[in-house]
């Protein structure tokens, strides 16, 4: 997987506009980000680059008006910046930059400086951001991890101290790093309202710290749509973090098994609830039931939970529709959502979750389990980039209607009992003697 991909970036929707605060490869990651965009790409600054970084970029154009554009060709990957004053640019003018926020081509802007540090404070002043940016994605260097908090590891040690709760000189941790990341005047500071956040934990070069930034990632999705966690020297992302939502289709009105499936007993407990129980343990949020014939029973089966419920009038219309209604019911910031069925309660948290991690390391649009190399089994991921296919799905094919639409992941699964339907009381006697 690219940075391209990791982002999410989309510059044929008009969400082109992408701002790089922090510390530790935020020049690597606006330049690496460049080369894999279709040409032309625009960076520039609202603060200084190195008069060494111009030669990263295929033109470097020196804009103090507006009309400096029409000096080159536009063309490649073009690198605007003020003046070069010494070993170092200044900040491109305020009313060039919107001059090139005008040119409709993806503008790829760093917002202040770290002095290769892999971490930092924002000063007073940082970071100045651009009101008109789609996309914040905050820079952090895990190198940092385990360093003693000084000048040495950070830009603005004192400050970072203030942000991370962490004493000067004291060893820098996760979780120190993570409040600062999280601070509003610390990782969150000037973003934006309704700009995308993402957290790059960069420079994750160990099993030991992807370990540490795969624990940072879940307090990080508190505040951040995205946390992607990469070794940017070596082009590597090793994955991409985001809120999965679980969908339980619990709608049908069980005409072939003679009384509501959803209700049946799995020990102890109704099928749904069962379900659903499952999709919180492995994490899922939100979880969001589809109800339609039998709701009133669905919904008091689930009393307690922390569960949406969604009613889909047009349950008749088939499970189409029911998906439809669920993903209509999602957030923005949902990356990706897994459909799990109500008449199928051993599907386990288990599956749920390594889907869930094969989603991180791939993004697949679409991921399922292979039962024994033989057979496609549930629960199903569908990623986001799935979720307009989903929307227009009618009758009774199901989320299978739009497999040839999408690359489809399969995540080898050896327990058969993911196979098992209940549609006839046969079907559940057969459940139960084998689980």
């Not at 009393?303 to 008749?316: F, Q, T």
């Not at 399969?410 to 209940?422: G, I």
């Amino acid at each position: 997987m690219n940075l391209l991909r990791a982002l999410r970036f989309q510059p044929d929707t008009g969400r082109n506009r992408v701002a790089f605060v922090g510390a530790g490869g935020k020049t690597t990651s606006i330049f690496q980000l460049a080369r894999e965009l279709p040409a032309p790409v625009l960076v520039a600054s609202t603060t200084h680059f190195g008069a060494w970084q111009t030669r990263l970029a295929d033109t470097h154009l020196v804009a103090e008006m507006p009309d400096d554009f029409d000096r080159i060709s536009i063309e490649g990957v073009i690198l605007a910046t003020g003046r070069v004053e010494g070993d170092r640019t200044t900040p491109l003018p305020a009313r060039v930059l919107n001059h090139a926020r005008a040119l409709d081509i993806p503008l790829l802007i760093e917002c202040d400086g770290a002095r290769g540090l892999p971490l930092k404070a924002p000063a007073e002043h940082e970071p100045p951001i651009p009101d008109f940016v789609d996309t914040v994605v905050v820079t952090a260097g895990l190198s940092g991890l385990s360093q003693p908090l000084d000048d040495s590891h950070i830009h603005r040690p004192l400050l970072f101290s203030t942000l991370s709760g962490l004493g000067p000189g004291e060893p820098l941790t996760p979780a120190g790093v993570t409040r600062a990341l999280l601070h509003p005047e610390g990782g969150l500071k000037n973003i934006p309202p309704g700009a995308r956040r993402v957290c790059l934990l960069n420079q994750a070069d160990t099993p030991e710290l992807q370990s540490a930034a795969q624990a940072m990632s879940e307090t990080l999705l508190e505040k951040y749509d995205s946390v992607i966690i990469a070794s940017l020297k070596d082009k590597i992302v090793h994955a991409v973090h985001e809120r999965v939502a679980g969908i339980i289709l619990a709608a049908g009105e069980s005409t072939r098994f003679g009384q509501p499936k959803q209700i049946l007993d799995w020990r102890g407990e109704p099928f749904v609830r069962v379900v659903a129980k499952q999709a919180l343990a492995a994490g899922l949020a939100p979880v969001i039931v589809v109800t339609g014939s039998h709701a009133g029973l669905v919904e008091n089966a689930l009393k307690e939970l922390d569960v949406a419920i969604v009613h889909n009038e047009d349950w008749r219309g088939g499970q189409g529709r029911s998906i439809a209604k669920g993903v209509a019911a999602l957030q923005e910031n949902i990356g990706a959502v897994l459909f799990l069925l109500a008449d199928q309660p051993q599907v386990t948290a288990e599956v749920m979750r390594a889907l869930i991690e094969l989603h991180r390391r791939e993004m697949p649009a679409i991921a399922a389990p292979l039962i024994l190399e033989e057979r496609r089994g549930n629960p199903v991921l569908f990623d986001r980039a799935a979720f307009t296919d989903l929307l227009s799905l009618q009758g009774d094919v199901g989320g299978r209607g739009i497999f040839h639409k999408h690359t489809v992941a399969y995540l080898p699964w050896h327990d058969d009992a993911l196979w098992l339907d209940v549609d006839t009381p046969e079907d559940y006697e057969r459940l139960l003697r084998a689980t």
